[in-house]
């Protein structure tokens, strides 16, 4: 076959265009074709490919330009729920490596492999994220990702001592970028009836290559009704490295509830967005509508991260469930309803953002509120609980040391605020000011006594200081400390200038 100017459409390949024909067989057929003959992929502007409900998926190893095409996926009745429709794939063949230890922020190894890689390692003699509360569970096997360059330096922080690898995985880095540009999806979303436990839906977009980049791409989520099951992210980043995100749209899912490990009903995290062990994670000038609407779950959730940074975006959160290290930064960007959400270590970075959570930031309580290094917050502006009544509470933080996390836990060491406005003039009576903490240890609004520091196994260790420089209030009103006395007189140290 001879294609004009170096791409392969998917008309080549059968594909009608009209939006009632399924065209999921010939779309993989296409990207087959230019997978094995390195070439783009092109789109008709005007078209749009329904992708069936058949357990397919399109492997795209080349550029892709899915320009004002539309596609249409109907999720009422689908032969496997659990099936991508795409994934980014890199065609280089896994390294064979060998890693025997590692220890905490090692910079280099003796292994060398032929191209740089991403690399994931595992000690399954040891779990993490042992989580807490109604969607408790035994915590996941300890690992780490990053990349190995061939000199066998490592980029991405250890986050742990290996004193052995009981699993390794090294996926070659591709040098050329490759690039998925433009397209609008949407999906009918699926009606499926279960009571107890999550069964994620993925017919999605996975991104398993390194040095991807998916541009412009829309994402729309149309027809949920009462019943039906969360979504695992429509773009799904897994494994890989140097990862970006651009001026793409979302849409926030419908909050649906089942019975949780706990026995307890709970809400169902339902995503747009999802990334897991990525190390360099970029989304530049991202957004979604209405981030305010309580009805809808927060856009993205990620795991086991390294290194992120949101740039110019509108999204209703950012949350990293399972850690992140290395630098988290949050620049210039509006996060809606359900806040700005932490675990991990490195450097926290917020500025010139525009933020609607309840917390200013909150370092999730069901993983230890654990953040091991600084804070810091910069010409930022802070809507508390998007307007609504509230008494605000900037960092939200909570762990009683009576549980083992599989790590120990930490406030954040320094926080630096220079410059930020709470707009908290929507205050119940009585109020006296904001909160820079909410109630470290569980005891001012459990009304529990407080836990001697000797029956504390798993000890919260406390933040050191609070630097404190150009933070105004509509209210007027001083911020004080936390409604926790404890935390009040101990030796945390708020400097204001």
């Known amino acids: 076959m001879t294609f004009k100017d170096s791409f392969v459409t998917y008309e080549d390949f059968g594909a009608i265009g009209d939006g009632v024909t399924d065209d999921l067989p010939a779309v993989c057929a296409a990207h087959e074709y230019a997978n094995g003959h390195e070439l783009r992929v092109r789109t008709k502007p005007d078209a749009t490919y329904h992708l069936g409900r058949r357990a397919l998926t399109a492997i795209i190893a080349t550029d892709t330009d899915w320009n004002t095409s539309r596609f249409t996926i109907d999720d009422t009745q689908v032969e496997d729920h659990k099936t991508p429709l795409f994934e980014v794939r890199s065609l280089l063949a896994p390294e064979e490596l060998q890693i025997e230890r590692l220890t905490r922020d090692q910079k280099q190894v003796t292994a060398r492999p032929e191209r740089d890689c991403h690399v994931l390692v595992e000690n399954d003699n040891k779990s993490r994220y042992i989580r807490r509360g109604l969607n408790q569970n035994q915590g996941a096997p300890q690992h780490d990702c990053f990349i190995l360059r061939r000199d066998g330096a490592v980029e991405g922080a250890i986050d742990w001592n290996y004193d052995s690898v009981t699993r390794i995985e090294a996926r070659p880095i591709d040098e050329k970028p490759l690039v ?55 773009i799904s980043v897994r494994q890989c490295a140097n990862i970006t995100l651009r001026d793409c749209f979302a849409t926030g899912h419908k909050i649906y509830s089942t019975i949780g490990s706990a026995g307890q009903p709970v809400n169902m995290g339902s995503y747009d967005y999802n990334a897991n062990n990525v190390v360099n994670f970029r989304m530049i000038n991202c957004r979604m509508n209405h981030i305010c609407d309580r009805t ?202």
């Open 180 to 234: 998925l540009r433009d397209g609008v999806f949407t999906t009918f979303a699926n009606r499926m009836k279960q009571e107890v436990g999550y069964n994620y839906w993925s017919r999605n977009i996975v991104i398993t290559r390194s040095n991807t980049e998916v541009a412009g791409l829309t994402h729309y989520v149309v027809g949920e009704t009462g019943v039906g099951y969360p979504y695992a992210g429509f």
């Open 296 to 497: 809808r779950w927060g856009v993205i959730g990620s795991n086991f991260c390294k290194n992120i940074l949101l740039e110019d975006c509108t999204l209703s959160r950012m949350d990293t469930h399972m850690g992140v290290s290395g630098t988290y930064t949050i620049r210039r960007c509006n996060l809606g309803h359900m806040g700005l959400n932490a675990i991990g270590r490195g450097l926290l970075t917020v500025e010139g953002s525009t933020l609607y959570g309840n917390a200013l930031v909150n370092f999730r309580s069901d993983y230890g509120s654990t953040w091991e290094g600084d804070l810091i917050i910069r010409n930022c502006r802070w809507i508390p609980a998007c307007g609504d009544t509230t008494w605000p509470h900037m960092i939200g933080v909570w762990n009683d040391g009576r549980h083992d996390f599989g790590y120990p836990c930490f406030m954040p060491r320094e926080i630096s605020i220079d410059g930020l406005f709470v707009d908290d003039k929507n205050h119940p009576e009585g109020y006296q000011g904001m909160y820079l903490f909410t109630d470290p240890d569980n005891t001012h609004t459990s009304n529990e006594a407080i836990t001697p520091a000797a029956e504390q196994s798993f000890p919260y260790a406390k933040c050191q200081k609070v630097q404190v420089r150009g933070l105004s209030t509509a209210s007027g009103k001083r911020p004080l400390v936390s409604p926790n006395a404890e935390i009040q007189q101990s030796t945390i140290v708020v400097e204001e200038t």
